[in-house]
C-alpha cells in the first residue's frame, strides 16, 4: 500500500506562490520554500506522527577561517525523511549544505549546522512532490501558480445582509421590534453608506414607513 487518493492529489498539485520565498544570491534571484512550511506541510500532508526526520550524516567542511575579522565555518548534511502510509514505509535521503559567519564561533557553528540540515530536509522533502519544492526546479515553473481566493461566502456579502435587514423591518410586529431590529442593523447601514447609498436611502425609507405604521397603529401586525 502506498499513499492515499488524497495524498496523491496533494502530492501532485502545484505549489502555491505565496509559500515561495526569494532571494538574492551572487546577482540572481533563487526561489525557495522555508524550512517551516516543509514541515508544515509534511504534517497537513502525511500526517503528525506519520513521518520522522533523521539526520544519518553531518561533516564539518575543513577549520573555521577569518573574514573581515569574524569566523565562517560549512558543514555539509545528509537527513533521511521516513514516511509511514497504511502497511508501507517510504524513505527518502537529501544532501545540503550550511555555511555560518558570526564573530562567535560557536554561534557560526550552530547556524551552519542548521541551515545544512534544513537545505537536507528540504531536498529529501522535495523528492514526494510540488508543494515540497519540486515545481521550483522547473525553469518555467509551470506548477507555481497562484490559489484562487476563496469562495464568497453569500451569507456575509453586503448585498445578502441588507435583505436581512428588509426582512426584520417588515417582520417586525410593534414598535419595539422595530427599533430593537433598527439598532441590529447600524454596521450594515454603515457599509451601505459607504458602497450603496441608494440602498441606504431605500432601507432608510422602510424603517421610517413602518415607524409610521406602527406607531399610529401599534396592534397592526400584532397576533
Not at 565562517?72 to 535521503?93: K, L, N, Q
Not at 551552519?112 to 515545481?135: H, I, Q, V, W
Request: charged share 25%.
Amino acid at each position: 500500500m502506498s499513499f492515499t487518493p488524497e495524498q496523491t492529489a496533494l502530492l501532485s498539485g502545484p505549489l502555491d506562490k505565496a509559500n515561495v520565498a526569494t532571494r538574492t544570491q551572487g546577482g540572481t534571484t533563487l526561489s525557495y520554500i522555508t524550512a517551516w512550511h516543509a514541515i508544515a506541510e509534511a504534517n497537513r500532508i502525511f500526517g503528525f506522527g506519520q513521518w520522522d526526520r533523521e539526520t544519518v550524516e553531518l561533516r564539518q567542511l575543513g577549520e573555521p577561517r577569518l573574514v573581515d575579522g569574524k569566523s565562517r565555518v560549512g558543514y555539509s548534511a545528509r537527513v533521511r525523511i521516513t514516511v509511514r502510509t497504511g502497511d508501507s514505509v517510504i524513505v527518502r535521503e537529501g544532501c545540503g549544505f550550511g555555511s555560518g559567519i558570526d564573530r562567535d564561533t560557536d554561534q557560526a557553528h550552530e547556524s551552519a549546522l542548521k541551515e545544512a540540515e534544513s537545505d537536507a530536509m528540504k531536498r529529501a522533502l522535495m523528492t514526494f512532490g510540488n508543494p515540497f519544492g519540486l515545481a521550483l526546479y522547473d525553469k518555467t515553473q509551470a506548477n507555481v501558480v497562484s490559489a484562487p481566493p476563496p469562495p464568497v461566502d453569500p451569507v456575509t456579502t453586503l448585498a445578502n445582509r441588507a435583505d436581512v435587514v428588509v426582512s426584520a423591518l417588515n417582520a417586525a410586529a410593534t414598535a419595539d421590534d422595530l427599533e430593537k431590529a433598527w439598532g441590529k442593523s447600524a454596521k450594515v447601514c454603515a457599509d451601505l453608506d459607504l458602497k450603496d447609498p441608494e440602498k441606504l436611502a431605500a432601507i432608510t425609507a422602510l424603517y421610517e414607513a413602518r415607524r409610521d405604521e406602527l406607531t399610529t397603529n401599534p396592534f397592526s401586525k400584532a397576533a
